[in-house]
């Protein structure tokens, strides 16, 4: 399970020209699931995002969790996470999972991540979106559980 986290000041998805998701403070997740993503994927990932502390102090410092700052979480599947471009000049998807392993799994990687008391907006699996955010810092990490 691959996730790119982007810190944001705002941000919101939309489908078929109506917003499915907002956010104002928080988190944009970039959501991939390969084949053999399992629910402790899902766990792993989500408790390792419910602890980052990477919002700043009165120092400067990264040592704020998103809880801390009453942040909130815009969470969208990703399957071209797993584009392989080694070869060729179009991507490969091989690796992304099918539809009936990745829907489920992101679905309970969302509801993980409100287990943790987190506020999760989400986009439409499978769905054509328009993702639109304020980079925050910019801070973008990547986060894997393999």
């Excluded at 584009?83 to 490969?92: A, D, L, Y």
């Amino acid at each position: 399970m691959r996730v790119l986290l982007q810190r944001a000041k705002d941000a919101s998805v939309t489908v078929d020209g109506e917003i499915t998701g907002a956010i104002s403070i928080g988190y944009v997740l970039l959501v991939g699931i390969t084949h053999d993503d399992t629910e402790q994927d899902a766990n792993y990932i989500a408790n390792k995002i419910a602890g980052l502390r990477i919002y700043e102090d009165d120092e400067g410092k990264l040592n704020c969790s998103i809880n801390e700052v009453n942040g909130a979480i815009l969470s969208v599947s990703q399957f071209t996470l797993y584009g392989n471009v080694q070869k060729g000049r179009r991507p490969s998807f091989i690796d992304a999972a099918k539809t009936d392993v990745a829907e489920p799994l992101w679905e309970y990687f969302n509801e993980q991540l409100r287990s943790h008391g987190l506020h999760v907006e989400t986009g439409q699996f499978g769905a054509m979106m328009d993702v639109q955010l304020t980079n925050d810092g910019p801070v973008t990490l990547m986060i894997e559980s393999k």
